[in-house]
């Protein structure tokens, strides 16, 4: 346990970048093997290049703000706060996952239900649905400001969760994986995802987040942990081979492939849903 710890208690940074450039790379590699939506009916080239902007962007925020979190894990264990620091005498594995969860749930689900539920947070957080072609480059397909808001949720999870800096590390780094895996295009076996879904959000749950239309765009916000959305019954399943990607508000091409569009879309007049006078079934 000890190495584990100050493993990530002093992560290389080239660690971290090969998580990211490492998960891209081979999840990108499996939608091509088995995709679950064809790749033929759009450039993916330009969808990759559109998307990695906002991945670039995402990394230049949290690398700037990093030493908030440092400087926040750092004040947790001195000042012995936070869930992690009331269970010193708890097996060394149950603190991890107790840790694990407050991370996820307030740092991830809380945060993602939030966005959608604050219309200043909406603005920002629609960028991400957007993408009409949603696979694994879609995780970090975010606007600069709704960077700066997640790291907010993040620094709060810190301080509930009580995390040292190897917790807040080990959990960006899961974080990033399992975002990266629940938006690929990948075509998964039922009783693979079956298994997995008990404990982890699968691409077949978190798709149907990525409708383009509510109620189905306001469920399943889970990252890692999937019994968040059971909990808090925003857990639905349905057929992901009928789903339609994007966000009815902003379907044009000219608005969900410009990236200067993209980047005012939270300082322009608000777009409500649109209302539809019968309810669609999936």
């Known amino acids: 346990m000890e190495s584990f710890v100050a493993y990530f208690s002093d992560m290389p940074t080239l660690h971290r970048s090969g998580l990211l450039v490492g998960g891209l790379a081979l999840f990108l ?25 906002f991945t670039l962007t995402t990394v230049i925020v949290n690398f700037v703000m990093a030493f908030i979190l440092v400087w926040s894990a750092d004040w947790v264990v001195a000042n012995g706060f936070g869930v992690m620091q009331w269970m010193s005498g708890m097996p060394f594995v149950v603190t991890l996952l107790v840790g694990l969860m407050v991370m996820d749930f307030v740092g991830a689900w809380l945060a993602h239900y939030i966005e959608h539920h604050v219309t200043w947070m909406w603005k920002f957080h629609a960028i991400h ?18 960077s700066v808001i997640r790291f907010v ?8 969760a009580g995390a040292p800096i190897w917790m807040v590390f080990l959990y960006q780094s899961l974080s990033l994986v399992m975002s990266q895996f ?19 959000c699968t691409p077949n749950m978190h798709r149907v987040h990525h409708h383009y ?18 909990i808090f019954q925003t857990y639905v399943v349905v057929d992901n081979k009928k789903l339609v990607y994007g966000l009815d ?3 044009e091409k000219s608005e969900t492939d410009n990236v200067g569009f993209l980047l005012k879309i939270p300082f322009l007049p608000y777009r409500p849903h649109i209302e539809y006078e019968k309810e669609e079934k999936l």
């Open 29 to 53: 590699l499996i939608e091509n093997a088995a995709p679950l939506f064809s790749l033929k009916t759009y450039s993916r080239v330009k969808h990759t290049g559109l998307n990695i902007f």
């Open 129 to 146: 649905h957007t993408d009409q072609h949603v696979d694994t480059t879609t995780a970090n397909r975010h606007h600069p400001g709704e």
């Open 153 to 160: 949720f993040t620094t709060v999870a810190v301080f509930v």
């Open 182 to 200: 629940n938006h690929s295009n990948v075509s998964m076996p039922k009783w693979l995802d079956d298994v997995l879904v008990l404990v982890v």
């Open 213 to 230: 239309r509510q109620p189905y765009s306001d469920t399943n916000y889970g990252n890692i942990f999937s019994f968040w959305d059971r």
């Open 249 to 251: 508000t902003h379907m």
